[in-house]
């Protein structure tokens, strides 16, 4: 039988909408950006504090966030797009200005810059950028974030390296984000042990840090103090919680949890890559606490670090594992750590029973996880929490998923607010009003050969 065009398309129609409830319609998919460069959200919170404007960069497909020429913002209202920062005579391999996450009460942004200096032969690196903060009313007036010193003597409250995927606490008091350290890097090339390691880092408005500008242009006074809080090891003991990388990092509630003792506890949450008894890498799920005074340094070093040791954490940061699957039929956690904003539970990602990956939740006290999704194609990534803790909104079949948090059975609790779909999304992100929710998805633009990544929006109820 040879089908026509009109009922082909009916049948996909039908394909793309299998898992779908019925009894509720998708919500219409917006289109926002048009233009023929990327768009990418990065998986940061883009929406400003009035939910009207969503802050994205413009990274290249060969330089990435090097090779990204700004960071703009787009209204969701009337697709008006405006500069916040352009970088002069950007080039593919940097510097870069990219990953882009407004305030949660402020009209400012943070993002990655990479150093004046790169070239060709000195490109962009993860362990050569830092923080910086544009407000949205004075676009492309910098305000440096952390300070940076990678000559002796290292300065307390400076890091050494390069920050990225900077994060606000929702309270705005401190600034989270992960770390590479560019002096253990020279270690590293200097001895052939693996000492670029991934690790977390904080910094809040204690006060300003100020540095010696030497080092070729590589050192830079901060606005604020900067240390970092999770401790990684070139080869962690098997069967120990001994880590070599972390990442993947979100703030605990709105930056700080209630203990069981009823005291207030800063904390930020990651996945810490420890070895198996086996010796075989595992990523399992971390919570870092940390104290509300950073400046002190504690048992493992000075907080600077020193030529053949990272910057260590302050004194009275802890260190705890919260996941154990490295000796399961399934090992491993993934997917960007999510807590909701009370602080009750952490989200993440791991393997069920049938090695389908579906979402968990797990209180920062640890404890027993709580599997919430029961996916047949799982769960891919991107979690996130609405702003009243009900619901988390998801990556599954290249569509959007919403779910609920309850005893409910499954089928009852969770709702696509977009189709299934062979084409790819991303960078999922909510507003703080609960009714728009973004996202990213490549595509050709009218009339151009090239794919670039656009920003789409889908209002729900």
């Not at 943070?110 to 362990?127: R, V």
């Not at 002796?152 to 606490?169: D, Q």
Request: aromatic residues 8%; hydrophobic residues 35%.
């Amino acid at each position: 039988m040879k089908l026509t065009k009109s009922l082909f398309g009916a049948i996909l129609l039908f394909i793309t909408l299998i898992g779908c409830k019925s009894s509720d319609p998708l919500p219409k998919i917006v289109q926002l950006t048009h233009g023929t460069y990327n768009h990418d959200l990065d998986n940061n919170d883009n929406f400003s504090p009035d939910g009207k404007w969503l802050a994205y960069d413009t990274r290249t497909g060969i330089g990435g966030i090097g090779g990204s020429p700004s960071v703009e913002r787009v209204n969701v209202e009337t697709g008006k797009v405006e500069e916040l920062f352009v970088v002069k005579d950007n080039r593919s391999w940097g510097p870069g200005a990219g990953a882009v996450s407004y305030h949660p009460t402020e009209n400012r942004v943070i993002f990655i810059h990479g150093l004046a200096f790169c070239s060709e032969k000195n490109p962009y690196q993860q362990w050569k950028r830092t923080g910086t903060m544009v407000n949205d009313t004075q676009p492309n007036v910098p305000v440096q974030m952390d300070a940076r010193d990678v000559t002796l003597p290292y300065t307390p409250g400076a890091l050494r390296g390069g920050t990225h995927r900077h994060e606000w606490s929702k309270d705005g008091k401190w600034v989270g984000y992960t770390y590479n350290d560019a002096i253990m890097k020279v270690l590293e090339d200097s001895t052939g042990i693996l000492w670029n390691l991934r690790t977390v880092a904080v910094s809040t408005k204690l006060k300003p840090v100020t540095v010696d500008h030497s080092g070729e242009g590589e050192n830079l006074s901060g606005e604020y103090y900067s240390v970092v809080v999770v401790r990684v090891v070139p080869n962690p003991h098997p069967g120990s919680d001994e880590i070599s990388n972390a990442a993947s990092d979100s703030w605990v509630g709105t930056g700080s949890y209630v203990k069981q003792d009823g005291k207030k506890q800063v904390a930020r949450a990651f996945l810490g890559k420890v070895r198996s008894k086996n010796n075989q890498p595992v990523d399992e799920l971390f919570v870092a606490d940390i104290p509300d005074s950073i400046n002190v340094p504690g048992e493992f070093g000075p907080l600077e670090g020193t030529p053949s040791t990272f910057p260590m954490p302050p004194k009275g940061t802890v260190q705890r594992r919260l996941t154990f699957t490295a000796e399961t039929a399934h090992p491993g956690c993934g997917g960007v750590v999510r807590s909701s904003s009370d602080g009750k539970w952490i989200a993440y990602m791991a393997a069920d029973a049938k090695g389908k990956q579906q979402i968990f939740l797990i209180s920062p006290d640890g404890g027993k996880s709580w599997k919430i999704t029961e996916h047949p194609a799982g769960v891919q990534s991107c979690v996130r929490w609405s702003p009243d803790n009900r619901s988390v909104c998801y990556q599954s079949e290249n569509s959007i998923v919403v779910c609920k948090i309850s005893d409910e059975p499954f089928e009852k609790r969770f709702q696509r607010i977009t189709p299934v779909s062979k084409e790819e999304l991303s960078n999922i992100v909510w507003s703080a009003d609960g009714k728009t929710i973004a996202f990213n998805r490549p595509i050709k633009a009218e009339g151009a050969k090239d794919v670039w990544k656009q920003i789409f929006y889908v209002k729900i109820k």
